[in-house]
């Protein structure tokens, strides 16, 4: 029931790696948001590999680099429909079973980035 230890208990480093490179391979092809990402996904990922080790409760990388993640703010630039909600969570969903992180940590990371992707929607269906 610690966050602080989710990084730890799914695998640390290695496991945000797996997880993340998952992500992109999949974001990369999705015809929803291949669109609102940059064709070089490196430093997105280097990023999300940074957001995501804080966010699971390790060493807070992102904020050291980038400082507060405003989340909502960022995402702003970029039309967040319904639709890619719902893609992004579909491609996060299939990269956790890649990348095998295991229950109940899957289950809990899950939830908790759907809250996340609701609150990043700025842009009602066209
Ligand atoms: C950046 C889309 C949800 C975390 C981005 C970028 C896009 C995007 C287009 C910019 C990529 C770049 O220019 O490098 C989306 C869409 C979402 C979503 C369509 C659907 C709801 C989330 C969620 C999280 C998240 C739930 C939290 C885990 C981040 C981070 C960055 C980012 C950390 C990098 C911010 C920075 O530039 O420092 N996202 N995102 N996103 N996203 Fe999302």
């Known amino acids: 029931h610690q966050q602080g230890n989710v990084f730890e208990a799914i695998g640390g480093e290695e496991a945000v790696d797996r997880l993340v490179e998952a992500f992109y391979a999949r974001v990369a092809q999705h015809p929803d948001l291949k669109p609102i990402f940059p064709d070089d996904l490196t430093e997105t990922a280097r990023k999300q590999k940074q957001f995501l080790t804080q966010f699971f409760g ?44 295991e229950e109940p940590y899957k289950s809990s990371i899950f939830e908790r980035l759907t809250m996340t992707a609701n609150h990043m929607m700025n842009t009602p269906e066209s």
């Open 58 to 101: 390790g060493p807070p990388l992102y904020i050291q680099e980038h400082g507060h993640p405003m989340l909502r703010a960022r995402h702003n630039p970029f039309p967040i429909t319904p639709t890619r909600r719902d893609a992004w969570l579909d491609c996060m969903a299939a990269a956790l079973d890649e990348a095998e992180i």
